[in-house]
């Protein structure tokens, strides 16, 4: 199938307890087209440009675990970099309250057109983004020297805020403020609001990344929320942990995924990777 630009597929896939979903995804990792330059302005160059419509395994391990969680009808759920959203796709379908969120200005369109194609009505979609590229990074990076300096060794963390010891950063981390002026072609709204369960997959990828993701997951975390990650062995997640620590979360769970299969149209192949499972209490109501 070509679209204008590009060029995409469809991938059949089937995930325990959600059954069979039909993905459109990007052809290859050759595909490129950023006629306008947002994505480039989001900080996509043309080799990352792919990436958000590959179907990853980490991300088909993620909806299989999503897909084993009972449904709670007042929990709001958010997936954080979600790509193609299978995973969001996945909580739709089972009538979970889910919001998918990814910098890449395609995500969207190709969340919308997979919503379709398996007879769902569309997600909530919003724009999300951490990292240098991210609204006001360049002023992060000048106060608190991004590389080197984590942030669970600065100053005591009030759970949604962040009050460092080179001072108070009003109305919470500059590094992921959702109200940057966007560029020419920009449509999506800002993710702004906190829910009650962070999912997300193959998301440390970068040395930087245990530092902004855990703040970026702080500003949109209630008092009380839990988070997911799904992790192909990065190697950063020791990193993570501690920098979710700073604010407040504590490492439930750490379960090897080595033994789950992604099952895809060419069938099984092996997985090897874990689900990170964190959890925060609200202050005055941690467990003894």
């Not at 330059?37 to 999503?66: D, H, K, N, Y």
């Not at 009050?163 to 709204?189: C, K, L, N, Y």
């Not at 997911?228 to 700073?246: E, K, T």
Request: hydrophobic fraction near 35%; charge should be negative; glycine fraction near 10%.
């Amino acid at each position: 199938m070509t679209m204008p630009g590009y060029k995409t597929k469809l991938e059949h896939i089937a995930i325990a307890g959600a059954g069979k979903l039909v993905i459109q995804s990007l052809l290859d990792r050759q595909q490129y087209y950023d006629p306008t330059g947002e994505a480039l302005r989001r900080g996509i160059c043309s080799a990352s440009w792919p990436l958000f419509g590959l179907m990853w395994p980490s991300g088909v391990q993620l909806a299989t675990q999503l897909a084993q969680r009972r449904v709670c009808p007042d929990e709001r759920i958010l997936e954080i970099g979600c790509g193609l959203g299978l995973a969001s796709l996945v909580g739709q379908r089972r009538g979970a309250h889910i919001t998918a969120s990814d910098c890449h200005p395609l995500a969207e369109t190709f969340l919308d057109v997979n919503a379709k194609l398996n007879d769902l009505s569309l997600l909530t979609y919003r724009y999300g983004q951490w990292g240098e590229s991210a609204p006001a990074a360049d002023q992060y990076v000048e106060r608190h020297g991004l590389l080197g300096i984590p942030l669970h060794e600065e100053g005591g963390s009030a759970f949604g805020s962040t009050h460092s010891q080179t001072g108070d950063v009003s109305d919470g981390d500059p590094i992921v403020r959702d109200r940057a002026v966007p560029g020419d072609g920009f449509s999506e709204q800002f993710l702004s609001g906190r829910y009650d369960l962070i999912i997300g997959s193959d998301l440390l990828y970068e040395p930087d990344m245990p530092v902004t993701l855990s703040a970026f997951i702080d500003r949109h975390a209630n008092a009380a929320a839990e988070v997911w990650i799904v992790d192909p062995n990065r190697g950063h997640r020791n990193a993570f942990s501690r920098n979710m620590a700073h604010y407040g979360f504590v490492l439930e769970e750490d379960k090897r995924l080595d033994d789950q299969p992604v099952m895809a149209e060419e069938g099984a192949q092996a997985y090897k990777g874990r689900l990170l499972r964190y959890r925060r209490h609200a202050l005055g109501t941690a467990p003894n």
